[in-house]
């Protein structure tokens, strides 16, 4: 069965560790706020200008004057603060971000992430994703195996413009936990009672398959 959004984040969320300071990309990656591991404090960081982002507010909570840097509406941890935009991407320029969670239309086996544009579609464009994959000292991506149509979204080679290059360590999608390294993508885990041939028919870069494969356990 393949993974909800939200048990993709729930997977993720156990990359966290005790003092990351971490940026959450818009859509599934805001999620993982929601599932911290308990026993770690980790302190989220939004570009727009927050440090120490909670998780989703409840409707009794709504502030409409805190959002996130996709314009959501979120919660502010005990000792949050607030400054503008421009010590945000100081702080992701200057390498003080420990690990970044970004969603993408493709991932290929080079480590390159497009997620930005897809030509002849509306999207809502770069925001601050490049400043975060040349500056976050890990990428984590979050996304499905494949898109609407059945095709995969794991590649030799990406198809659409980058939004960096050879930056990408690893990827959960609604199928799998991956690796990526030595050009090609290594098989860590699978989405329970997910086959590993269908992971494989459903990834076209080189998938590197070990004699076990573990279902991944939330």
């Known amino acids: 069965?393949?993974?909800?959004?939200?048990?993709?984040?729930?997977?993720?969320?156990?990359?966290?560790?005790?003092?990351?300071?971490?940026?959450?990309?818009?859509?599934?990656?805001?999620?993982v706020a929601n599932y911290i591991p308990k026993g770690i404090q980790v302190c989220f960081q939004s570009e727009n200008g927050l440090l120490g982002m909670g998780p989703y507010p409840k409707e009794s909570e709504v502030d409409p004057d805190l959002i996130n840097a996709?314009?959501?509406?979120?919660?502010?941890?005990?000792?949050?603060?607030?400054?503008?935009?421009?010590?945000?991407?100081?702080?992701?320029?200057?390498?003080?971000?420990?690990?970044?969670?970004?969603?993408?239309?493709?991932?290929?086996?080079?480590?390159?992430?497009?997620?930005?544009?897809?030509?002849?579609?509306l999207v809502k464009g770069m925001g601050g994703a490049m400043d975060l994959v040349a500056g976050a000292n890990n990428i984590i991506v979050a996304m499905?195996?494949?898109?609407?149509?059945?095709?995969?979204?794991?590649?030799?080679?990406?198809?659409?413009?980058?939004?960096?290059?050879?930056?990408?360590?690893?990827?959960?999608?609604?199928l799998a936990v991956l690796e990526v390294k030595n050009k090609a993508f290594y098989l860590l885990e699978r989405a329970p009672n997910v086959s590993v041939d269908e992971i494989k028919a459903k990834t076209e870069g080189e998938l590197v398959i070990p004699a076990e494969v573990p279902e991944i356990q939330l």
């Open 144 to 174: 499905a195996h494949a898109n609407k149509e059945g095709e995969s979204k794991l590649l030799r080679n990406c198809t659409l413009p980058l939004t960096g290059a050879h930056c990408v360590r690893k990827i959960v999608t609604d």
């Open 1 to 31: 069965m393949a993974l909800t959004r939200e048990q993709i984040a729930q997977r993720i969320a156990q990359e966290l560790k005790d003092g990351y300071y971490v940026n959450l990309g818009i859509g599934i990656p805001t999620l």
């Open 70 to 121: 996709g314009k959501e509406t979120v919660t502010a941890a005990i000792g949050a603060s607030f400054f503008p935009s421009s010590e945000s991407f100081a702080m992701i320029r200057g390498g003080h971000i420990d690990l970044t969670v970004l969603g993408a239309f493709e991932v290929d086996i080079h480590g390159n992430i497009a997620s930005w544009m897809i030509p002849g579609k």
